[in-house]
């Protein structure tokens, strides 16, 4: 019986998720990402339709027995089937708890299961078997069998050639140390922590920083297809920083630790106020080797006795190598108010976007082949703060805020294509809320055409698109969109409630959008006497907090 609901569930759920052809411009087609993990986030999408992806929440974690203590009384009063534990056999009640305590332990001496891993979604993908892992650096742990799925990993740009690039930390393995009074422990360590990788043809390659201090780093955030990676890395180490590294190697302010352990705990903790971070762009052959690599600079020059931290970022580069991103610089020319501004990066100059009298910060997130380089910029809207996309000409330097929502509506630029077509996020709601929803937009520069992107899709879709990620040359969109599913448990399991009854949730889900040729907008107006949304129903926007805005998407939108 519980067979056949579940078969009736997913043919009703087939019959909405299938793409619309009749009178749209867009069709939807759900990504079969929840054989993977019960979230995803698309970040990028190439000519291809090859879609990179971050997944949240990545059923069956690993378990390493060696790290937990199943004789602990914390698990003997709280699992219930004790003895398969002991066996490494968990049933999901079991998994999802040890699961738990081990997020919720910290220091070295613990197991780490991170909860972002990356994919790439086949361009044909019908099923998860057409999804393939983007491990970054971590690897087959020989205790386990599998990945260790210990190390956080961010794909954030792949190119048309399938090349992807972004940031992921080391594998963590374990070391086994003997404390002075004969204790033995067991530590659980990296050799570096965050790194900038490219996949190419399947394989990893990492690309180190310049510098050889410990807890050094570098983030990948675009590759165009001449294998120009845009990102930024640490510099100059602060004295704080250099003083904690000297600490380390003295075993009496160390105390009875490793060596390694002391270095970890720098490697985690406070690493983007511990150097001076510069823009970087790396060139790449296709062996993955790093052959020329420029540190960008700042909009500002400070004095040689200014000890404050100062960043720039490059988020996307263009064909033409010209990169974009953001700078520290003086605002409104007080060298006591340093704030972050979107900047281009050109042939060893730093150049400024937006207008300081109007605009407090900024940041630029992409740009095209033709140089239009997209944004948004903060400024205050009837006594509130508000975000304002907009996009800059940098062949003639104009820039444009066009009209977005309504006026205190907040609206974030991610992606344009070499279309002058313009996708991202806006909040829709004009009351003064926590919480303001947001739809996803699209905005045709040759057109001056701004619009909401739930419009363009056939009337009743079971999703609210509520941000457009990326977009590629054939005006192909990927999306986050919210929609009522079919949840499932740790071990992948279809979840069901106490009558045998599928549980059904509000799930965060990526979606491609087609564009339909010779489509039109759908008149989607309800009757006077209904009242209803255009989606077909309500949903929490509460999940949106699963969103982890700040360490998925492919641009930034605001200061790390």
């Not at 001076?276 to 790093?290: D, F, I, S, T």
């Not at 948004?376 to 062949?395: C, E, I, M, P, W």
Request: hydrophobic letters at 40%; glycine letters at 8%; proline letters at 3%.
């Amino acid at each position: 019986m519980k067979q056949l609901k579940l078969a009736m569930v997913a043919a009703c759920l087939s019959g909405v998720m299938g793409t619309h052809a009749n009178a749209a411009l867009y069709t939807i087609t759900e990504l079969p990402t929840q054989g993977i993990a019960l979230n995803s986030f698309a970040t990028s999408i190439n000519n291809a339709a090859d879609v990179s992806a971050v997944f949240t929440g990545v059923y069956n974690p690993p378990i390493d027995l060696e790290l937990i203590d199943l004789d602990d009384e914390l698990f003997v009063d709280n699992l219930t089937d004790i003895d398969a534990a002991r066996n490494g056999n968990f049933n999901a009640e079991d998994l999802t708890f040890i699961s738990a305590v081990i997020a919720g332990q910290i220091g070295n001496l613990r197991q780490r299961i991170a909860n972002n891993q990356s994919y790439v979604i086949n361009a044909d993908a019908s099923n998860s078997d057409d999804i393939s892992l983007v491990a970054g650096f971590d690897a087959i742990d020989p205790d386990l069998g599998v990945f260790s799925r210990s190390t956080a990993t961010q794909a954030r740009a792949i190119n048309n050639q399938g090349v992807v690039a972004g940031s992921s930390e080391d594998k963590f393995d374990k070391l086994p140390y003997t404390t002075e009074d004969g204790t033995d422990q067991t530590y659980v360590l990296q050799d570096f922590g965050l790194r900038a990788f490219v996949t190419i043809n399947g394989v990893n390659y990492g690309i180190e920083p310049e510098i050889d201090t410990i807890s050094a780093f570098t983030e990948a955030y675009d590759v165009n297809d001449s294998l120009l990676v845009a990102g930024y890395e640490s510099i100059d180490p602060t004295e704080t920083r250099l003083n904690a590294i000297e600490n380390c190697a003295d075993e009496e302010i160390r105390g009875d630790v490793p060596v390694e352990s002391c270095y970890q705990t720098l490697l985690t903790s406070g690493i983007s106020t511990s150097f001076q971070l510069r823009g970087a762009l790396w060139q790449l052959n296709q062996q993955g080797e790093v052959v020329s690599r420029e540190t960008l600079g700042l909009l500002l020059t400070p004095e040689e006795d200014d000890s404050r931290l100062f960043v720039s970022r490059a988020v996307a580069v263009n064909e033409n190598g010209i990169a974009v991103g953001d700078s520290s610089d003086y605002y409104q020319d007080d060298t006591n108010q340093v704030r972050t501004f979107a900047a281009v990066f050109d042939n060893g100059e730093v150049l400024d976007i937006t207008d300081h009298e109007d605009y407090f910060n900024s940041t630029a997130t992409d740009i095209n082949d033709s140089n239009i380089v997209v944004g948004q910029a903060n400024l205050n809207v009837s006594g509130f703060t508000r975000t304002k996309f907009f996009y800059h000409d940098y062949n003639n330097g104009t820039v444009i805020y066009p009209d977005d929502f309504f006026q205190g509506s907040s609206s974030v630029a991610r992606s344009i294509n070499n279309n002058n077509v313009i996708v991202g996020s806006g909040e829709i709601d004009s009351t003064i809320n926590a919480e303001r929803r947001t739809a996803a937009f699209i905005y045709d520069i040759n057109e001056d055409s701004f619009q909401d992107l739930n419009d363009m899709v056939a009337c009743g879709s079971p999703y609210s698109l509520v941000r457009a990620d990326s977009i590629n040359d054939n005006n192909q969109i990927v999306a986050t969109a919210v929609a009522r599913r079919q949840t499932f448990d740790i071990l992948g399991e279809p979840r069901l409630d106490d009558n045998g009854e599928p549980v059904l949730q509000d799930l965060v889900v990526s979606v491609l959008l087609d564009p339909i040729a010779n489509g039109q907008i759908d008149d989607c107006e309800p009757p006077p006497s209904e009242v209803q949304e255009r989606s077909g129903g309500s949903f929490g926007w509460g999940v949106l907090s699963l969103m982890g805005l700040g360490l998925i998407r492919r641009r930034l939108t605001q200061s790390r």
